[in-house]
């Protein structure tokens, strides 16, 4: 059946009155439903990646045992990287490439999943309050 805050069947198109214990509620939940921006998400899954990709390259210098770490294998990966200072910036600069397009790409699929489903959830209510339309006729 479709949310009826009051009991009362609702009519396409009518608006629905909210009571004081459910005011609260409406705000959260469109908070929790509002989709991602793709771009600042993508930006930011990029930047947490480059910082990633800089201090592991940092580290792999740095640390004493560093040398041991199988970072060269990651030269296969991204072209121009090396274990060295200069590609530190390389690093960095090809770990934001990859997790913004990874983040753009999950943002991308977050959205979509919850437009399916909200169209889902409105068109099997709308489905229910019309349903027995024509046996009024």
């Not at 792999?60 to 990651?74: A, C, K, S, W, Y």
Request: aromatic residues 14%; proline residues 8%; contains cysteine.
């Amino acid at each position: 059946m479709a949310y009826q805050p009051n009991g009362d069947p609702q009519i396409p198109g009518s608006t629905i009155r909210v009571t004081p214990e459910e005011e609260p509620v409406i705000p959260a939940v469109l908070y929790a439903f509002a989709p991602l921006h793709k771009r600042a998400f993508g930006i930011a899954v990029g930047t947490a990646g480059a910082l990633f990709m800089a201090f592991l390259t940092i580290g792999g210098l740095v640390l004493p045992r560093g040398p041991e770490f199988p970072l060269r294998l990651i030269e296969q990966y991204f072209t121009g990287y090396s274990v060295s200072w200069p590609g530190v910036v390389v690093g960095a600069a090809w770990g934001f490439v990859v997790a913004f397009v990874g983040g753009w790409f999950a943002a991308f699929c977050r959205n979509l999943a919850l437009a399916i489903s909200a169209f889902a959830i409105k068109t099997r209510a709308e489905y229910e309050a019309t349903r027995e339309f024509l046996d009024h006729i």
